[in-house]
């Protein structure tokens, strides 16, 4: 049986907490509602952003997109206009993609339903601030014959743990279709090699599942395993002075083999797990499979990959027929 502590462990342990006292309080309410540590820090990074805009504009500083200080006495009592004003102007600057703006809003929303459970408003002045339309884009996977060529791909100068970690991380990413928090908080006793199966520990929604890897991924984690530092912690991928892999470093990884492989466009962790969900998918895996490795709440979130399956056959229909070919 797993201990409480193994349960809520966490990839990275680093928390941010706010000088602002009351943004401060707020990353305690976040931790109480289980709030992905991720989630709470760029909560509170958007806290920050809007105090700052008010204690710019309090101050009547000519330059209110420059950073100010915390603390940030006009948070609590910010009106809708306010938001409304601080909203219009991150739109208008164009620096924000529209998911990026609906998180800022939503972070302001929650944080005045905060203050209203505290009991300091009666209001959240955020409730009625409009939200911009997301368009649910189709995952972006690669093709079978790109994978081949990123896990084919070898980079000069590197030490033998190091080649062989790189080489596991992206057989490990390409065989279960795991998150990248998911991969970095594995620990050594979640992964076994003879079963060919990884335990992913307080996953999204902090549920926990056992997932299966292929024989190419498990020959690459028991290589890697046996170079892996003695004097490591507990994490199976270590980083420098054998500390958990960051999420940067995993980031700088799958980026710099898919650039050295040829392929720019969207080389992120993520890709290689919609890769292979998509991939599992043409290849005759049942959607309910699929649904348990990706430790998908609901069946509707994986039927997305049936619509990328269908894409890339009319893509290759396209550019393969001699009807449609064009010079």
Do not use: W
Not at 208 to 217: F, G, K, L, S, Y
């Amino acid at each position: 049986m797993l201990s409480v502590a193994a349960a809520r462990r966490r990839y990275d342990a680093a928390a941010f907490v706010s000088d602002d006292p009351a943004i401060a309080r707020f990353a305690q309410y976040l931790q109480l509602r289980r709030m992905s540590p991720k989630t709470s820090i760029a909560y509170q990074r958007d806290l920050e952003s809007f105090g700052s805009f008010l204690k710019a504009g309090a101050a009547g500083a000519k330059d209110l997109d420059a950073h100010q200080p915390p603390p940030y006495d006009g948070l609590e009592t910010a009106t809708t206009g306010d938001v409304l004003r601080y909203v219009q102007r991150l739109n208008g600057s164009r620096a924000y993609a529209p998911r990026s703006l609906a998180r800022k809003i939503s972070a302001l929303t929650t944080f005045y339903k905060f203050l209203r459970f505290e009991g300091r408003r009666s209001d959240n002045p955020a409730a009625d601030i409009p939200r911009p339309r997301i368009g649910k884009a189709l995952p972006k996977a690669l093709s079978e014959r790109d994978v081949n060529r990123v896990l084919d791909t070898r980079i000069a100068g590197l030490s033998e743990a190091q080649r062989l970690r790189d080489v596991a991380i992206l057989e490990c990413l390409y065989s279960s279709g795991i998150r990248r928090s998911e991969l970095l908080g594995l620990d050594l006793g979640d992964v076994d090699l003879e079963e060919r199966t990884l335990r992913v520990i307080g996953g999204k929604g902090n549920k926990d599942r056992i997932v299966p890897m292929t024989h190419a991924a498990a020959a690459a984690m028991h290589a890697y395993a046996g170079v892996r530092p003695r004097n490591a912690g507990p994490s199976f991928f270590v980083g420098r002075g054998g500390a958990r892999l960051s999420e940067s470093a995993l980031y700088k990884i799958v980026k710099t083999y898919m650039a050295i492989a040829g392929i720019d466009a969207h080389a992120t962790p993520h890709t290689l797990r919609h890769t292979a969900a998509t991939h599992l998918y043409e290849h005759g895996a049942d959607l309910l499979v699929i649904k348990e490795i990706l430790g998908h709440e609901s069946l509707a979130t994986t039927q997305i990959y049936t619509k990328v399956a269908r894409k890339r056959v009319s893509e290759q229909f396209d550019a393969a027929h001699p009807r449609d070919r064009r010079e």
